[in-house]
């Protein structure tokens, strides 16, 4: 099990992958709070939420006109998941690459902590206040 400071450490990395990401691809998040709490960690390079009455299919195929790879980063609760897997199937049929890893990797290191995004922010400042103690 890792201890507080090597969860800082790793968190810290996926973000600043993401970060490298996001200006070569969109990351497509669910919703606002979710842009605020990347922008918080310094991802603010071509952050797309979900558009609320449109399809996920019409959504994607919007994007791929434009990208042809895109970062998915739902939350991980079950709907985050139900609906990261139907817009990577939305996404491959439109011919865009996803990637999924960070969104993956971030489950891994954070899903006993938090299940969200927008979570994030709190959950590195949490992690930085016990790898001080440590």
């Given at each position: 099990m890792l201890?507080p ?17 996001s ?8 919703g606002?709070r ?6 918080l ?11 609320k ?20 980063l739902?939350?991980?609760d ?15 049929s ?10 993956r ?6 899903k006993?902590?938090?299940k ?8 590195v400042?949490?992690?930085?206040a ?5």
């Amino acid at each position: 099990m890792l201890s507080p400071s090597e969860r800082l450490e790793e968190t810290l990395k996926i973000i600043d992958e993401l970060e490298e990401l996001s200006r070569e691809m969109p990351v497509i998040v669910e919703g606002r709070r979710d842009v605020e709490a990347l922008e918080l960690l310094g991802v603010s390079s071509n952050i797309i939420t979900l558009s609320k009455g449109v399809s996920l299919f019409t959504f994607s195929e919007t994007i791929s006109r434009d990208w042809p790879s895109v970062v998915l980063l739902t939350d991980w609760d079950r709907k985050g998941g139900q609906l990261a897997r139907r817009l990577k199937e939305a996404f491959e049929s439109n011919g865009t690459k996803v990637n999924d890893t960070i969104r993956r990797k971030l489950v891994i290191l954070a899903k006993k902590d938090i299940k969200d995004i927008e979570s994030l922010p709190a959950f590195v400042r949490r992690l930085r206040a016990l790898a001080m103690h440590t």
